[in-house]
């Protein structure tokens, strides 16, 4: 085979060199695209392992989130709970308040009947201990007692001058007790009246009683403080079998009237009664 001359050698060698140098530099592109290619595949792997990351703490805030949902519907049932509890307990407080209210103003009412009936005892004391009358309370009421025997003749209805001292004496002493209330009431005993001023026992015992209340206005009682009533032999304080027993049942009862207005629910009772406009 010839030689090349030098010119055509140079020349090949150049064009060697510059093919040489040409894969060169695109292998070199190569490695760098190829590293930039590896450095993007791990930042991907990197953005989906956070990803993944932040949905696993999302669905674990969706779930706290879900449980703290159940636990403030708890608390809003446990609050509903409560209030109600609360309202039932207020109810309750108030109305043993009431009770307790009530229950005081019943314990006064009698402590006030006792003290009033302690007070008169102490005023008619001298009468008790002359057998002018007796202080009793009967169904609850405070009453005093006047033994008929004393006070009229059989079958009479005029009080005697002893009679009429005593009824008297009593009024002076009640007058004193202010604005309170009394209704003489008058009794007799079984055994039937028949004459032409008293037909019966329920005018006999109307006829005493009528005269008493008159005796007690001229002691000193108002007449807007005093009534009269009649009950006849219809209650004995004793069983009617025998002259003493007798002698017991025919009597004047002058009984102190209830104060209503002291009583517990006299407010509701008076404004249920109160005429409408």
């Known amino acids: 085979m010839p030689l090349l001359s030098s010119a055509p050698r140079a020349l090949l060698l150049v064009a ?15 490695n760098e695209q190829a590293a930039v290619l590896d450095k993007t595949r791990e930042a991907l792997r990197d953005r989906k392992a ?16 879900a449980t703290l949902g159940a636990e403030a519907d708890k608390l809003r049932e446990d609050v509903a709970r409560l209030m109600s509890e609360k309202g039932q307990l207020t109810d309750s407080v108030m109305d043993m308040s009431r009770a307790l209210a009530e229950l005081a103003a019943r314990k006064k009412a009698a402590d006030d009947r006792i003290a009033e009936y302690k007070s008169l005892l102490a005023r008619f004391a001298g009468m008790v201990e002359s057998g002018k009358l007796r202080v009793k309370v009967v169904d609850g009421r405070l009453v005093v007692e006047m033994a008929t025997d004393i006070l009229f003749g059989s079958g009479k209805a005029a009080l005697s001058p002893q009679g ?16 309170r209330r009394f209704q003489v009431e008058g009794h007799t ?4 009246i028949k004459s032409a001023t008293f037909p019966s026992n329920w005018e006999l015992s109307s006829a005493r009683a009528i005269t008493v209340l008159k005796a007690l206005i001229e002691g000193g009682m108002a007449p807007g403080n005093v009534s009269a009533a009649a009950f006849g032999d219809s209650r004995p304080t004793v069983p ?12 004047i009862e002058i009984v102190l009237v209830p104060d209503l207005s002291t009583l517990p629910g006299f407010d509701e009772l008076n404004s249920l009664s109160a005429p409408k406009p």
């Open 164 to 179: 009429k001292q005593a009824v008297m004496e009593v009024g002076a002493i009640l007058a004193t007790l202010g604005d």
């Open 16 to 30: 060697l060199a510059l093919a040489l140098g040409t894969g060169c530099v695109s292998k070199r592109k190569y």
């Open 240 to 251: 009617n079998t025998n002259v003493d027993a007798r002698a017991r049942n025919r009597r």
């Open 189 to 192: 005993d079984d055994v039937p």
């Open 50 to 65: 956070e990803s993944e990351a932040l949905m696993a703490s999302l669905d674990a805030e969706e779930r706290r989130t």
